[in-house]
């Protein structure tokens, strides 16, 4: 069978598509905030629902097992049934959830919540991130919307602690939960006057072997990194699902070698800045979850913040972020991507050994303010670069499948991170215990380990920057 085609309607634009980029923008905003603004509410869930630590844990790992499973699924969806019609679809679908979560009253209730949160992410998220390539065809412009689209994923991650503790405190656990309902009714609303046309494959036939193969093979891949994260690398339960993960993704390989239209066509892979784009925010991903989830905890049960304080700290990285992505896409028109990206990676890097440096007693303006201010503008320009290079020279009609890669990596690079560099935390954590430090200094050590890798992998990716040639083919 021959490759789909593209109907005659031509791509989705609107005389008002920066309008459209902040209602794409605030939709992206709450699937990255839903990731992180639970945490803080978990304790509070757990006393009311009755909900034992194994069970509470399912709360975070429900929406990130249906995200990051159906994401190149959501992608390809995307591309055959329309952009804009699936992201709709997906804002519904989290509209919907975020009420049911709020409202659960049991357990079961709220995990499935949880689970159709994810699943309508990962609908969402790639079919946005195509919308903003196909409204924005012009580099220039496109640099400056990516721009906006990096700044907004960063700004999820550092503001889920403030958003979860505020309120947590002032409106209650469902809160949280809620808080997605109004913002993403008003997208529902906006994006249908805002861009009226749309782009689809004219042929509706999906993969099915390819969907089913690699949708099993990322929620093996994320559980075992999820299992890792909580029982370590040797549990059975780790291992059997890393098995299971890697022998799906070769035979989706396979399958998609002998499929007539493929879900994901592997000559997509060709462009070499598509490559080195998911690369990097693979690691990005890698060293950026691990940070926030680190400097919570840190600010919290080492230098006794309490939650709303420790949110308010994080406000100079969300304010660096900003900046920096807002400035990124002038020095991206001047030097290139890459060479962006490079300097970003480097930036974020020595803020991550600078904050690896900070003892048990650190005081926030002398010790904490300008590390945290480096890490902010490194990461605002490594996303906004990363995002640009992974979307580059990628036909409308794959837009979507190209959104669902890069956001598979950053996820999987998240979960990755998370599990290996919080395995080394806690053995330097262990390690200074045992040799008789304070319960301070033992995390703290722990956790300068932590910022320490960290740093190196931001290297890494610098380092694979370099590396990588130059082109789309």
Known sequence: MSSPTITSAPPARSTRRWWALTAL???????????????????VLGRELQMDTATLAWVITAYVLAFGGLLLLGGRLADRFGHRRVF?????????????AGLSASSGMLLAARAVQGASAALLAPAALALVSQIFPDSRERARALGVWGAVAGMGSAAGVLLGGVLTAALGWQSVFFVNVP????????????????????????????????TAALVSVVGALSAAERFGFAHPLTLGLAVAGIGLGVLFVVVERRSPAPLVPLAIFRNRNLRTGNVVMLLVGAATVALFFALSVYMQAVLGYDALAAG????????????????????????????????????????????????????????????TLLIGAGLGGAFVATTQL???????????????????????????GLAALAALAATRTNDLAGAGASSADALTGGFSWLFVGAGLIALLAAAATLGARDGRV
């Open 312 to 371: 308010l700290s994080q406000l100079p990285l969300a304010g660096a972020l900003v900046v920096a992505a807002g400035a990124v896409p002038a020095v991206i028109g001047r030097i290139g991507a890459k060479r962006t990206l490079v300097g970003s990676l480097v930036v974020l890097g020595a803020g991550l050994f600078w904050l690896a440096a900070a003892p048990s007693d650190a005081v926030f303006v002398a010790q904490l303010l300008g590390p």
């Open 183 to 214: 913002v993403g009714l008003l997208v529902l609303v906006v994006i249908p006057l805002l861009l009226r046309r749309d782009v689809r494959a004219a042929s509706t036939r999906l993969d099915v072997p390819g969907a089913v193969t690699i």
């Open 25 to 43: 923008a605030l939709a992206q905003f709450l699937v990255v905030l839903d990731a992180s603004i639970v945490n803080i509410a978990l304790p």
């Open 88 to 100: 709709l679809i997906g804002v519904g679908g989290f509209v919907a959830a975020s009420a049911l």
């Open 390 to 416: 992974a979307m580059d020279g990628v036909a409308e009609r794959e837009s979507g499948l190209a959104g669902g890669l890069v956001n598979t990596a950053q996820q999987i690079g998240g979960a990755l």
